[in-house]
């Protein structure tokens, strides 16, 4: 989303809005005419610095805080700075592959959450979808006694969840063993909607021998599937979908976000997680990064708050949205490129496993 005020800047506004921004994300301080006098690398005096302040102010972009002279860029101020004055650079090679080494082997996604959080000292969030969206890799079944079982499903995101489910018949551990050995020699790779319809296909195509195995298979995967609700489920919603959120505490102490009612709003947010899952899953739908500054997610707990996010998935296909929030006043220029390289290398990451399949 781009304003139409920033190409009506004139260059000169341009060049002083875009230095007093740089100023304050790099010390947190009101800037001052004087201070963008030495800074701003344009041969103005402090007194025509203080009159295009004055305009940019009139305007919205930038705000006086009551007890000093120098101002602070607003949000409106903030969304003319990315969309049109700040110079974003992709990761570099070293930089990615640096990133790709902090990636762990295990728990993909859980892991993406504190890999955002430790790079960019703010809030890493990544919403997880319905497991039945989640090609599987691996899976084991262990007779409990009576129908009952205990599946244990591996995926193609290293993710493991064990779950015990019912049964329609009494299944003894070699039929328990065939079965998996079955699904996992023909069917790894494959989601569980993409598996149950493969298995309905075949039944119809089969021998006798075979079509009971199938039986067996379609009894079991079909009560394993059925209740998203597992024991590794961290944030259960409604909806099916999950949350990872790590790094909260990275936003105590943070300049804009010292209020405490307002953490503490935010926090409740984070517990809640209805309306923030809500806005995440809107941003699936959107290709590349996008970028919320306070008030424009429309969430009022993000009011002090930048939301960045970016979708990723498997073979075109998205899955879910990564994302960092933090103050308002972040650096732009490091955070974007961080989200944007990390949905790309995750992505990679889950395209890969699920090739090898």
């Known amino acids: 989303m781009s304003l139409s005020i ?32 030495k800074n701003s690398g344009l041969d103005l005096s402090p007194a025509t610095i203080r009159n295009v302040m004055a305009d940019l102010e009139e305007i919205g972009l930038l705000a006086a805080p009551h007890t000093s002279a120098g101002r602070i860029p607003t949000a409106q101020g903030y969304r003319v700075f990315v969309d049109s004055l700040l110079e974003l650079k992709p990761l570099d090679a070293p930089q990615m592959d640096a990133l790709r080494r902090e990636l762990p082997t295990q728990d993909l996604l859980s892991g993406v959450s504190s890999l955002l ?19 599987f890799r691996h899976i084991d ?63 119809r195509e089969t021998s006798q021998r075979l079509h009971q195995l199938m039986v067996a298979a379609a009894d079991v995967t079909q009560q394993a599937f059925s209740d998203q609700r597992s024991s590794d489920q961290r944030f259960p919603d409604p909806s099916g979908a999950d949350m990872l959120v790590t790094g909260q505490i990275n936003l105590m102490g943070s300049q804009g976000l010292s ?29 590349g990064v996008r970028l919320f500054i306070g008030e424009e997610s429309g969430f009022n707990a993000l009011d002090g708050c930048s939301l960045v996010t970016a979708p990723y998935g498997v073979e075109g296909r998205v899955l879910g949205v990564l994302g960092v929030i933090g103050p308002t006043r972040m650096a732009y220029q490091r955070v974007i490129p961080v989200v944007q390289a990390t949905a790309q290398i995750l992505s990679g990451a889950l395209n890969q496993s699920h090739q090898t399949q």
């Open 6 to 37: 920033g190409p009506q800047l004139d260059p000169r506004a341009r060049q002083l809005l875009r230095a007093l921004i740089a100023q304050y994300i790099a010390d947190g301080q009101p800037v001052g005419s004087r201070t963008l006098a």
């Open 117 to 135: 959080s430790e790079v960019t000292h703010f809030v890493g969030v990544v919403t997880v979808p319905k497991r039945e969206d989640f090609p």
């Open 259 to 287: 209020d405490m009612d307002r953490l503490r709003e935010l926090f409740e947010a984070f517990q809640r997680k209805r309306d923030l899952l809500i806005l995440l899953e809107n941003c699936s739908r959107a290709e």
């Open 141 to 203: 079944f262990v007779a409990l006694g009576g129908n009952r079982v205990l599946v244990i499903l591996v995926f193609t995101d290293n993710a493991v969840q064990n779950r015990v489910i019912t049964t329609q018949h009494v299944y003894a551990p070699s039929e328990l063993e065939q079965v998996a050995n079955f699904l996992n020699a023909n069917y790894a790779g494959l989601r569980m909607s993409e598996i149950r319809e493969h298995l309905k296909r075949e039944m």
